[in-house]
């Protein structure tokens, strides 16, 4: 379902301290899981706010530039490969929301989380799915951990070129799986996703 085909959303809390929750990097075989959390101000609105894939690059870094100026509170948090390892990408992603909204100040009142569950914070709140097309605030935190876990992929691949990093953000794309089937997994990897699993039992 598109988010348009969704009933329109009704948050539950009137205050201005409603953070948006959202992450980027389950799906990768490298690097960490990250999680953002924002508190817009309600007296300075940011025009073009919509799910982080939707935008390119450039228009996501100038965005990012403007939540960061504009809004009340925000974090961004991660959780790492090992942590993955240690508790599943489910779990861990979950850790990496948790730290966000830990992080904000001023602290979140009431949470609204991309996806259909909530984190497990004692924090107030509800899960949304497909939020970060129907939530502004969701939609902020979206395009900063979209920009935060980007700069991770392009840090990763100025220390190791060979593989591509810059191009598939650490998603499992032909030249990725190539690159691994080649020069082996990196301390950075996930050991427990199934390509980089493969990949060290045939060494």
Known sequence: MKAEDFPPLVVDYR??????????????????????????????????????????AKRREALDARIRERALAFAVAEASPDEIDGLNIYHATH????????????????????????PGHHVPGQAVVKGDARHPAIAAASILAKVARDADMLALDARHPDYGFA???????????????????????????APVKRQLNLL
């Open 15 to 56: 205050g201005t301290h409603l953070a948006g929750v959202d992450e980027v990097g389950r799906g990768p075989l490298v690097g960490p899981v990250v999680a953002a959390a924002v508190i817009l101000d309600p007296a300075a609105p940011i025009d073009g706010l919509t799910d982080s894939k939707k935008l390119t």
């Open 95 to 118: 850790l990496a929301m948790r730290r966000a909204i830990d992080a904000l100040s001023p602290a979140a009142e009431y949470l609204l989380v991309d996806g259909n569950r909530l």
């Open 167 to 193: 191009r598939h953000k650490g998603y499992p794309t032909p030249e990725h799986l190539a690159a691994l089937t080649r020069l082996g997994a990196l301390p950075e990897h996930r050991r427990s996703f």
